[in-house]
């Protein structure tokens, strides 16, 4: 990774986060970094930006240590303790799903909880355009795995959907907190449920969030605009000389 950072005209990273892990670790120059985000095609993203949603809490992804759905759980489990009322659905599958599963009868969360598996993207975003709040609990694994910056996070915001997230790596750039969504700290079950709660029965809130979620994807995160950064900057680059040929 070194000797291709070194050798490249131009190196372009996804997150202001993983910009300073390349100065700070690898030593990349700081000048030849440039910060793209990637991008959606907002055409496919109508916005609905409606307030009278069913009181439904969605997570889409793998079930996998760094997504923190254990931590979900318990917050839905505090938030039934409270009195809420609401669905919780968990899109996804993966190695952690038996414990889940487990851990969600424990907390008596059966008639809460439903775990819908994997589902092909034009139902997960169905199930986004009709989600009261879009959950991403994400943590660093104890293994060191973490998210970047979750695609559905975008997407969500995109189709107007406000989002709790948690503030790891470069989850802040997208929501920042009370701005384009609630930020709360990682593996902190109360104050996840707390922030569940005021979007759940927050409609001003949720509609003065997701407008402002939306106008941050137009401005940071269109993929024509975007690809236009990555296509100025090979535009910019040296022409590569020719491979010599043995003869």
């Not at 950072?5 to 970094?33: F, H, K, M, P």
Request: glycine fraction near 8%; hydrophobic fraction near 50%.
């Amino acid at each position: 990774l070194r000797a291709l950072l070194r050798d490249a005209s131009g190196v372009v990273t996804v997150s202001d986060y993983n910009a300073r892990y390349l100065v700070e670790t690898i030593g990349v120059d700081a000048s030849q970094l440039h910060r793209i985000y990637n991008g959606l095609d907002l055409d496919r993203f109508d916005v609905a930006l409606r307030s009278d949603r069913r009181p439904t809490i969605l997570a889409v992804g793998r079930f996998v240590p760094k997504k923190g759905f254990d931590v979900l759980l318990d917050a839905c489990a505090l938030l039934v303790r409270d009195g809420a009322r609401f669905t919780c659905r968990l899109v996804g599958g993966g190695s952690e799903e038996g414990s889940l599963r487990a851990r969600a009868t424990a907390l008596g969360l059966e008639q809460v909880v439903q775990f819908d598996g994997p589902l092909p993207q034009r139902e997960v975003m169905a199930a986004l355009r009709e989600a009261t709040v879009f959950a991403a609990p994400c943590v660093v694994a104890e293994d060191g795995d973490r998210d970047g910056l979750p695609t559905v996070l975008v997407e969500a915001m995109a189709l107007g959907t406000p989002c709790v997230a948690t503030d790891v790596v470069g989850i802040p750039e997208l929501v920042r907190h009370r701005e384009t969504g609630l930020l709360v700290p990682p593996q902190d079950a109360p104050a996840l449920a707390v922030a569940l709660r005021a979007l759940l029965e927050g409609p001003a809130l949720r509609l003065q969030l997701a407008t402002d979620a939306r106008a941050l994807i137009e401005a940071a995160f269109d993929v024509r605009r975007n690809a236009a950064l990555v296509r100025a900057l090979f535009q910019a680059a040296p022409a590569a000389s020719p491979i010599a040929m043995a003869s």
